[in-house]
């Protein structure tokens, strides 16, 4: 059974709070404040432990080691978490082991304690028994917010859930409620937005969506791949080869793909900062597209004005080159907050949207890009399985 925070009693016990920090780091080895947005979607499931006198024990992983790695320490991002709550948070340096065991035996009821990146251990990543059996002994209870990792079986997220009375926080159940109101009663008309450069891994995820979306927006890789698909040119643009034939089978829909008309063209290289507008039959060979133009961005701003619901992943254009995100910037500057019930995903694209100041438009920011994605198309989530979500 589907269990929620309020399902614990949670007063003075150890909670083994799973989450998903997997924050960059700044130059400085310190958390970018544009980029903490994981960690402040977090925070009112620890709002509610501490309210309610958990002793709260933070675990999470920062990219990918496959050893401990000082440039991959969760240190900086326990000092961030300190600054967003303003509260003291003790940082081990260690995942399990007699240092752990003692910090964790001395921590009080409402106080934090992070510890090191459950990546430093083989047995993460490997859901190794003995290695979940070792942090479930450090707690009593586990609460998982960690929906952007929830489609790995990995130890913290599936094992030590199993072995500890569990519940899904509240950032977890928010990200099941809003994408599953849009699977299932969306508001009309809905819209899906799609783009960046994983053209493959969003294929089975449209494929569930546009049953039930009244449109869908592509941009990317996505769009190239259905233009030249098609018939039509996109010059040098990047095109995923091995969905072509996937894409096919979307034909039925048809009439409920857009595609881009024009857009911003350049060659590749150290010119490409100095790209043109045209429509999509001039493009030159050699040319690779690198944003949608001026009334692709209309015609998409007027579909996403008038939407009931918008549920987006990926950007339109380019955004890492600063010349090529303009196409994502005004179609985003179209959804009306007071109207759109909208839902954004994908790191990237979040990243941008807050540089922007642009999320106030979104009511959930999703923190999963891949699990997001794996949820809309209907698979089986090992996290939300060892929930009982699907009980």
């Not at 967003?84 to 304690?113: S, W």
């Not at 459950?118 to 586990?142: C, I, K, M």
């Not at 809905?190 to 783009?195: Q, T």
Request: no cysteine; hydrophobic share 45%; glycine share 10%.
């Amino acid at each position: 059974m589907w269990r929620t925070l309020d399902n614990l009693d949670v007063s003075g016990k150890r909670v083994f709070w799973r989450v998903d920090f997997n924050v960059p780091l700044g130059r400085d080895g310190e958390v970018d404040r544009f980029e903490d947005w994981r960690m402040a979607a977090a925070l009112p499931t620890l709002d509610e432990l501490l309210r309610r006198d958990a002793r709260v024990i933070v675990a999470s992983h920062l990219g990918e080691p496959d050893a401990p790695d000082p440039r991959w320490s969760l240190a900086p991002v326990a000092r961030h978490l300190a600054k967003l709550t303003g509260r003291r948070v003790e940082f081990t340096g260690e995942i399990t082991g007699p240092e752990v065991e003692v910090a964790v035996r001395a921590l009080k009821p409402g106080g934090i304690l992070m510890l090191e990146n459950l990546r430093f251990a083989p047995g993460e990543t490997a859901n190794d028994p003995s290695f979940a059996q070792a942090l479930a002994a450090l707690a009593q209870q586990y609460v998982s917010d960690a929906f952007g990792t929830a489609h790995r079986d990995h130890a913290s997220l599936t094992q030590v859930a199993r072995l500890l009375p569990a519940a899904a926080g509240e950032l977890m159940v928010a990200e099941i409620n809003h994408l599953t109101d849009f699977l299932k009663e969306p508001r009309r008309p809905a819209v899906a937005v799609f783009g960046g450069a994983k053209a493959e891994a969003k294929l089975p995820a449209l494929a569930r969506l546009l049953p039930v979306v009244d449109q869908l927006l592509l941009g990317g890789v996505l769009a190239n791949t259905m233009l030249a698909r098609r018939g039509l040119a996109v010059g040098s643009s990047p095109v995923a080869k091995d969905a072509a034939d996937a894409l096919g089978e979307l034909d039925q829909y048809a009439n409920k793909i857009l595609l881009p008309v024009d857009g911003q063209f350049a060659l590749p290289g150290p010119s490409r900062m100095a790209g043109r507008t045209a429509n999509l039959e001039d493009i030159q060979t050699g040319e690779v597209i690198f944003d949608i133009g001026p009334e692709t961005a209309r015609r998409y701003g007027h579909v996403l004005a008038t939407a009931g619901s918008v549920l987006w992943n990926g950007p339109v254009g380019v955004i890492e080159e600063a010349s090529y995100g303009l196409g994502t910037k005004l179609i985003a500057q179209a959804i009306d907050p007071k109207r759109t019930a909208a839902v954004v995903g994908g790191g990237d694209t979040v990243m941008f949207l807050k540089r922007e100041n642009l999320l106030g438009r979104f009511g959930h920011v999703s923190t999963g890009g891949g699990a997001m994605l794996e949820f809309v198309a209907g698979n089986r989530l090992p996290a939300l399985e060892a929930l009982g979500y699907y009980s």
